[in-house]
């Protein structure tokens, strides 16, 4: 103990300066250019073995894990430094920035630094999240927002300088970038003869492979381009090379040679870096801005087998709107002026109500991260919101995956459900799946939606029927779409039939909660499979078929208490559900009973509820409540879907928790929704990264009555834009 305290303490003098504060929290992995399933670059923190968390010396990485290279320096009157990334140049690490303060909002993470007393630096990351403006939405791309003003009142001459290397092209690929057989090529867009005033590095893998991101097993993409750029000024300079030159030439002269380096060659053959300077001049108390923008443009972003029952390319949304690469990152570019951060005040506000300060650090950090899961495509009539299961497996549209992260895209805009359940429907209702169960996902291997045509895939039979069903009536109500349930009646009932037979006593099989293997008779699966029966009739009521609702709720009902008598234990000394009904020593976060809430059926009664919430108190851990009895693993959504239906000081008790793991764990990688209740590390020995579920964070906020969140963010979003 001793001894790593007095570690502490010279880390801390070695460093000379403060520590950063961060605010709300320190988060495991700060999101810098968190957009797509691609474009996912974040600074890992961790908080083992040191501070951990500061922007100058770490290289941002992809999700994965490997380093998407991105430099920062400054020149303060003569004098160079490090603000971004850690590069060493021609064996000299120039000194890095004090970094002061760190603080992220829903699509900010602000860095604030000092530069020897002399200039002062905020360094802004965004990346927009516009779920009710679809084509805004549609940009694949993140802002890096630099602005530098003294620190003394005196004036400094100052030269500001970023690059991003070609890693971003196969991003977090280490070993890959060794194979000749994967060379890159690049190119600038000509700076001055400008496209509108904006200059751009353009940069992309000389074998484009459309649809492939697994020919190196590594996550990135294999096609479209990347672009890095700023505003074409006077005082800007540009050059692509070899990092060490590109640097070196900035360090020598505050500038760049305005040359292009045109060898198409490996990632790691002398490390091609695109690079842009500024001469900023005399800088005083007035700050001055540079802009960034970093954009990846895909034409076409997914294969699908839909509707017609032939695999067609599926385009990005954005090209509807845009007819070439270089309209699109000049319209981003020119946007910044409209990001004026009015959905993070929304959601701040609304995270506030629902919950209090600790669970707005919960969903503000889990906001980029849900959309960066799933990506618009097809065309303006046609819109489809395809979803990535990051980190797990890579699957394509997996039902049990989009189930969770509804709550995110039910209070901030309805719609994007139904674009992501389509492709669902179009391939079941084209005949495409031949099993009575709804299908667990639309493809094994993002961005192919290719579908499981002879019936196989992962099975989870009841847990993604009744997942269909319930997301398809939560989206329905929240837009008022009668038409949507109708549409889609037939396979519902097929699918509900299923559950009249297996929900109540459910065979050994998984939940969504695989990692945890086949179990029988799972209690909270079965009361998924009977909410949705319930949820049946609703959807049979809406549509006009009143013998079928009549059918279903009294099935439902019937159901519901068979299964409590299975389901409840009262042997214990505080009663609770079991995690299955043959083991009264048992117990698990009974998270589905949350649809029962979110659609207003009233099926399940109130005392479950409450029996629930002054259970769970009685076995949380250090780091969170255990997702069930097996062991110390807990699942973040599912304990927000828990907390959001429990008493307040309940739901106090789960934020803080949550709360605390963010603090504390030593784990690096984006936002893990798996964790351990105990060691605050990951959970059950796997790697969840990045997932598109941490939008399930925003369960509460989405029970506010017809969708008050959503409705805010529009109107926040029509004032700032239309202003
Ligand atoms: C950085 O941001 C803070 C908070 O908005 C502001 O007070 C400060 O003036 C900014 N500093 C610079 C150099 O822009
Ligand atoms: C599942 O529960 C039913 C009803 O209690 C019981 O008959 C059956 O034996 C259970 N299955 C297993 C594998 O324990």
Redesign the pocket.
């Known amino acids: 103990m001793k001894y790593h305290l007095l570690v502490v303490t010279l880390g801390a003098l070695a460093c000379g300066a403060l520590a950063s504060t961060f605010t709300p929290a320190r988060p495991p992995a700060i999101p810098l250019a968190v957009k797509s399933p691609y474009l996912s670059s974040w600074l890992p923190v961790g908080k083992d073995g040191g501070a951990g968390g500061t922007l100058a010396g770490t290289w941002p990485q992809f999700w994965v894990g490997g380093n998407t290279g991105w430099t920062g320096l400054i020149k303060v009157d003569g004098k160079s430094y490090t603000w971004m990334g850690n590069p060493r140049i021609n064996n000299v690490f120039p000194p890095n920035v004090d970094q002061i303060s760190f603080e992220y909002t829903s699509t900010r993470s602000t860095f604030m630094m000092n530069v020897e007393n002399k200039i002062l630096m905020n360094v802004t990351f965004v990346s927009p999240t516009t779920p009710t403006d679809l084509r805004r939405q549609s940009v694949i791309g993140s802002y890096l927002e630099v602005t530098v003003a003294s620190a003394d009142r005196q004036s400094h001459n100052v030269q500001l300088y970023t690059d991003t290397s070609a890693e971003w092209a196969a991003a977090g690929n280490g070993n890959k970038l060794a194979q000749a057989s994967n060379p890159l090529s690049f190119i600038s867009v000509p700076c001055f003869s400008n496209q509108n005033g904006i200059a751009s590095h353009r940069f992309w893998l000389q074998q484009q492979s459309e649809f492939n991101q697994d020919v190196d097993g590594n996550d990135d993409a294999d096609w479209g381009y990347w672009y890095y750029s700023t505003a074409a000024t006077a005082s800007m300079t540009y050059e692509s090379g070899t990092d060490q030159n590109v640097r070196q030439h900035f360090l020598s002269t505050g500038k760049l040679q305005n040359t292009e380096d045109t060898n198409y060659r490996a990632i790691n053959n002398d490390w091609p870096v695109f690079g842009l300077a500024n001469d900023l001049g005399n800088v005083g108390d007035d700050g001055i801005t540079t802009l960034y923008t970093i954009v990846h443009a895909q034409q076409n972003a997914i294969s699908f087998n839909g509707a017609g029952g032939k695999t067609v390319s599926v385009p990005s949304l954005w090209t509807s709107y845009f007819r070439s690469d270089a309209d699109l990152v000049n319209f981003f570019h020119n946007d910044y002026v409209n990001e004026v951060g009015a959905v993070d005040h929304a959601i701040a506000h609304d995270a506030l109500a629902a919950g209090g300060q600790d669970y707005l650090t919960i969903t503000s950090l889990s906001v980029r991260q849900a959309f960066a899961g799933v990506q618009l495509c097809g065309t303006i009539d046609k819109p489809y919101l395809f979803l990535k299961e990051i980190s797990s497996d890579g699957n394509l549209q997996t039902v049990d995956v989009l189930f969770p992260s509804i709550p995110i895209f039910l209070y901030a805009n309805p719609i994007l459900i139904k674009y992501m359940l389509d492709p669902l429907y179009e391939n079941q209702e084209a005949g495409l799946f031949p099993q009575k169960y709804s299908i667990h996902d639309l493809g094994s291997h993002y961005p192919q939606a290719t579908g499981h045509p002879s019936g196989d895939g992962e099975e989870m039979p009841v847990e993604e029927c009744g997942n269909m069903i319930i997301s398809t009536l939560a989206y329905a109500q929240r837009a008022a779409d009668k038409s949507y349930l109708s549409q889609h009646y037939p396979l519902m009932q097929q699918w509900t039939e299923f559950l009249v037979t297996d929900a109540l006593?459910p065979d050994?099989q998984l939940s969504t909660d695989d990692f945890q293997g086949r179990l029988?008779?799972q209690t909270n699966l079965a009361l998924k499979g009977i909410i949705a029966i319930e949820a049946m009739s609703v959807i049979a009521k809406l549509v006009g078929k009143d013998a079928d609702a009549t059918k279903y709720t009294n099935i439902a009902h019937d159901y519901i208490n068979k299964w409590q008598k299975?389901a409840v234990v009262t042997t214990a000394k505080l009663p609770h559900t079991n995690l299955d009904?043959?083991d009264s020593n048992s117990h698990g976060l009974l998270y589905n009973l949350y649809a029962d809430k979110l659609l207003g059926l009233n099926l399940v009664p109130q005392s479950i509820y409450d029996m629930q919430s002054e259970f769970y108190p009685t076995i949380a851990q250090e780091y969170g409540v255990p997702l069930d009895s097996r062991n110390t693993a807990t699942k973040t959504d599912w304990q927000m879907w828990a907390s959001a239906i429990s008493s307040p000081s309940t739901q106090t008790m789960f934020n803080s928790l949550l709360v605390k793991w963010i603090n504390a764990t030593p784990t690096k990688g984006p936002f893990s929704d798996l964790i351990d209740v105990v060691t605050s590390g990951y959970g059950g020995g796997q790697q969840f990264r990045a997932r598109p579920v941490v939008g399930g964070h925003f369960a509460a906020m989405a029970l506010a009555p017809t969708s008050a969140g959503a409705k805010r963010v529009v109107e926040a979003q029509g004032r700032a834009w239309n202003a």
């Open positions: 006593i050994n029988a008779n299975l009904y043959q």
